[in-house]
T-cell receptor, first 116, second 112 residues
Framework: GAVVSQHPSWVICKSGTSVKIECRSL??????MFWYRQFPKQSLMLMAT?????????EQGVEKDKFLINHASLTLSTLTVTSAHPEDSSFYIC????????????FGQGTRLTVV | RKEVEQDPGPFNVPEGATVAFNCTYS??????FFWYRQDCRKEPKLLMS???SGNEDGRFTAQLNRASQYISLLIRDSKLSDSATYLC?????????????FGKGTKLSVIP
């Protein structure tokens, strides 16, 4: 199946700093990538849809100025958590879909962010 | 009513047992349905798609009832390695594309 690589897998940062998470599709072109957040014992919640070459579409309640998304190429999308606070600590997962007839989503390995 | 609802469990079953998970969805326009498996602190991975006629993959059987908006997953002869959280996922058309909605998941622990 298609491979999506996410980096870093975990990060600890100080409150007030910014953290960048990368999501790459390794063997297919992904015009659209998705960013999710998952708190403990909760479901994956879609944060935003990242479209190559255009602005991301954010879900209701997600601050676009806090969670900056850049999708500069067909294989790379980045999520930057700006001025992180402890309440931003969560598991962030990206996914990309292969539009060659497949409907399943391929997920990155996830990034566990801890803000101290 | 939540968009995708699952019994959170946990389900604690002995090896070799048969266990069934249920899921209901609220949007009747939903088109496709999946079961994903998520291990602790890992990303979800596709277990199987769910078809209207029902489908089986080894020890796993998935069924869909569109009229009742209900999906199920049956695991026979449980193995220790089946311990994980099982996510019910529903694909729903949206503006120009589609969206996947995830249930909270049902946790399964298979005990020796």
């Amino acid at each position: 199946g298609a491979v999506v690589s996410q980096h870093p897998s975990w990060v600890i940062c100080k409150s007030g700093t910014s953290v960048k998470i990368e999501c790459r599709s390794l063997d297919f072109q992904a015009t659209t990538m998705f960013w999710y957040r998952q708190f403990p014992k909760q479901s994956l919640m879609l944060m935003a849809t990242s479209n190559e070459g255009s602005k991301a579409t954010y879900e209701q309640g997600v601050e676009k100025d806090k969670f900056l998304i850049n999708h500069a190429s067909l294989t790379l999308s980045t999520l930057t958590v700006t001025s992180a606070h402890p309440e931003d600590s969560s598991f962030y997962i990206c996914s990309a879909r292969d539009y060659n007839g497949n409907t399943e989503a391929f997920f990155g390995q996830g990034t566990r962010l801890t803000v101290v | 009513r939540k968009e995708v609802e699952q019994d959170p469990g946990p389900f604690n079953v002995p090896e070799g047992a048969t266990v069934a998970f249920n899921c209901t969805y609220s949007n009747s326009a939903s088109q496709s349905f999946f079961w994903y498996r998520q291990d602790c602190r890992k990303e979800p991975k596709l277990l199987m798609s769910v078809y209207s006629s029902g489908n089986e993959d080894g020890r796993f059987t998935a069924q869909l009832n569109r009229a009742s908006q209900y999906i199920s997953l049956l695991i026979r002869d449980s193995k220790l390695s089946d311990s994980a959280t099982y996510l019910c996922v529903v694909k729903t058309p949206g503006a120009g594309s589609y969206q996947l909605t995830f249930g909270k998941g049902t946790k399964l622990s298979v005990i020796p």
